[in-house]
């Protein structure tokens, strides 16, 4: 069923059997988005061995976003609708290159589509609408989503977000209990206009077809849970997710803030149980490519399974600008911790999913530092810097364990007045390194802006 027609019939039914007064029209926001980025990535590896650069996997691209994001209020009346819609543009300034070229210095495909002969697209483009209805402090919304949950959470590390589409119903009913549910059937990724459905990383096409064969996947992921204020300084969480014949999850989260001294501290705890669902709990299934990534041994009759618990726990002692934090994560089990992942980019709720890696295979610890300054405290509002170092070993493989380890620098500036006011300038630079995976040094530099319509 292709949602976004049926969001858009069932809101239009609605408004027709009501005045579009006050609220829907009034409370409206139109606002476009526009992100100029310049993505860089240098795969080290790829020099041959006398230090020639032979760049077959640097990425060099460059491009122009716009997003126009239409936001209604609600018709009057005990019940209320309206309707939401995005509409994105990526525009092509310079990639270069041609994928599967021989000796070509860079190859495209990090900001944009890839043609049938190899080059970037010059322009892409997607959107989508969303119904929604409100009774008291219920939302449903129908359509296009941009979830941001514990088990499910949209990327927007490239040009243009990915989005999702299906259903969600959101509950503020109970004073500070948020109840979230809802079913996703299929996604269009970062850097592709394609709606496809969705499956996580080690998935497969079935023994033996040819590489034509569509990889394993499902157009069936459920989640619900929510988050409860206990006090003002302190929220306990419960998700569950489940990908129909990948995987179900479970999280369980814990955030609190003490006052210590002249600062305070953030204790951010975090525990994901997940296993098998469906066909990936077979033999059978495994064989028509519903499998994990992760490591087995030879012969394991479980191998491609997911088996996995990951836990992490993060401290953050803030005072006077200054940021501190020191944190751990542990992967256990033998398969890697899943999520949706359509190999496009995808977004892990884990502190270790950084701006390369994502620390998350199977048996991987990994312990992170971070410091973050708000020059706010210098009399400098607008600029902010982060600097973190993770550092990842035990991870298990045929040649045994394995380590890596990877250093991000940000610097983000917004102008605080003037006629430009909030364009916003950012830095990111990162190194990754290791014998787990290849090593990378990335920089990516952002220029944004948005400009309010309505």
């Known amino acids: 069923m292709k949602l976004q027609p049926l969001a858009l019939a069932i809101t239009l039914g609605g408004l027709a059997h009501q005045a579009i007064a006050a609220g829907f029209i009034e409370d409206s926001k139109a606002t476009l988005n526009l992100r ?58 310079d990639s ?120 394993a996947d499902s157009d069936k992921f459920v989640f619900a849970g929510g988050d409860y204020k206990i006090s003002k300084d302190l929220t306990a969480q419960y998700y569950y997710g489940s990908l129909e014949d990948f995987y179900q999850q479970h999280f369980l989260g814990l955030i609190h803030t003490l006052a210590i001294g002249p600062g305070n501290l953030k204790t951010d705890l975090r525990y994901f149980n997940s296993r098998s669902d469906g066909k990936n709990g077979s033999t059978a299934g495994r064989a028509e490519g519903y499998k994990s990534s992760g490591f087995w041994r030879a012969g394991d009759s479980h191998a491609g399974e997911v088996d996995n618990n990951t836990w992490s726990a993060m401290f953050t002692y803030s005072l006077s600008g200054h940021a501190l934090s020191a944190g751990y994560q542990q992967v256990s089990g033998d398969s890697a911790f899943p999520f949706l992942n359509q190999g496009d980019g995808a977004t892990a709720y884990l502190i270790t999913d950084r701006q390369i890696g994502k620390f998350l295979a199977a048996g991987e610890r990994t312990w992170l530092a971070e410091y973050a300054y708000d020059f706010v405290a210098m009399g400098v509002p607008g600029l902010k810097t982060v600097v973190t170092y993770l ?64």
Do not use: C
């Open 36 to 93: 100029n980025f310049y993505f860089n990535s240098d795969n080290r590896e790829s020099q041959d061995r006398v230090g020639n650069a032979a760049y077959t996997s640097q990425a060099k691209e460059w491009g122009q976003g716009l997003q126009l994001n239409v936001v209604s209020g609600f018709t009057q009346g005990t019940v209320g609708f309206g309707l939401d819609a995005i509409a994105m543009t990526g525009l092509n300034l």
């Open 96 to 215: 270069g290159g041609r994928v599967g070229k021989a000796g070509i210095d860079r190859t495209p495909g990090a900001l944009f589509p890839v043609d049938s002969d190899g080059h970037a697209v010059d322009e892409y483009s997607k959107g989508g609408v969303t119904g929604k209805v409100r009774i008291s402090k219920t939302e449903a919304r129908l359509g296009t989503l941009q979830p941001k949950l514990p088990v499910v959470n949209f990327n927007d590390g490239r040009l243009l977000p990915q989005t999702f589409e299906g259903g969600q119903i959101t509950s503020n009913e109970i004073d500070g209990l948020t109840l979230i549910g809802g079913q996703l059937e299929s996604t269009k990724t970062r850097s592709s206009t394609d709606d496809i459905d969705l499956r996580i990383a080690g998935a497969t096409r079935p023994n033996g077809t040819p590489a034509s064969t569509p990889l």
């Open 391 to 454: 550092s990842g070993d035990n991870i298990d493989s045929a040649a045994g364990d394995r380590k890596e380890w990877e250093r991000d620098l940000r610097i983000d500036y917004a102008l605080q007045s003037g006629p430009l006011k909030g364009l916003g300038f950012s830095w990111r630079n990162a190194s990754l390194r290791g014998n787990a995976s290849s090593d990378l040094d990335e920089n990516r530099l952002i220029v944004s802006y948005s400009l309010p319509l309505l």
